[in-house]
């Protein structure tokens, strides 16, 4: 998936003390799992040198797991958050993922929208109740039709499709 025009998807190579900083800015009023230690990979949306949007991808427990996704309110609706979670996408798959999740509020529209035109599903766990409006988990099963229905994305380089 090509990022919206102006706007680049990086991967954060190397994380700095500089970009630890403008990292902790940009989630300064919520809070985040602390990846250090796990396989993980951030990334971020950059128009210019302003971050306008950022997310990252772990593995724990066996699952890749998607966090993290937000854009900055003047950067909205410009496909960025979509070029966010297909490089997530694709860089999990690229390391043989088989499934992608990711938890959230049904309330946050948005984000939940955007998971679900990449064909994300809601999981719901028996006797557990999974009503509107509750943290929910979503999966998106990895297979050789998700890269025909979205042909911009291709597994991460070196890596062939499951």
Do not use: Q
């Not at 854009?71 to 390391?95: C, D, H, M, N, Q």
């Not at 999974?130 to 991460?156: H, S």
């Amino acid at each position: 998936m090509k990022a919206p025009a102006g706007i680049t998807i990086r991967k954060i190579t190397r994380e700095s003390g500089e970009w630890k900083t403008r990292y902790a800015a940009f989630y300064a009023d919520c809070e985040l799992k602390d990846v250090a230690g796990l396989n993980h990979a951030f990334f971020a949306a950059y128009a210019g040198e302003e971050i306008a949007g950022h997310s990252v991808v772990y593995y724990e427990d066996g699952r890749w797991i998607m966090d993290g996704l937000r854009v900055k309110p003047e950067f909205r609706e410009k496909g960025i958050a979509k070029a966010l979670t297909a490089a997530r996408i694709r860089y999990a798959a690229g390391r043989g993922a088989k499934e992608v999740w990711y938890s959230c509020e049904d309330g946050n529209l948005v984000t939940t929208c955007c998971h679900l035109r990449f064909g994300f599903e809601k999981v719901c766990k028996k006797g557990r109740d999974c009503r509107t409006g509750a943290a929910n988990w979503y999966r998106l099963k990895i297979t050789p039709a998700l890269f025909v229905k979205f042909p911009g994305l291709k597994p991460a380089a070196g890596h062939s499709a499951p």
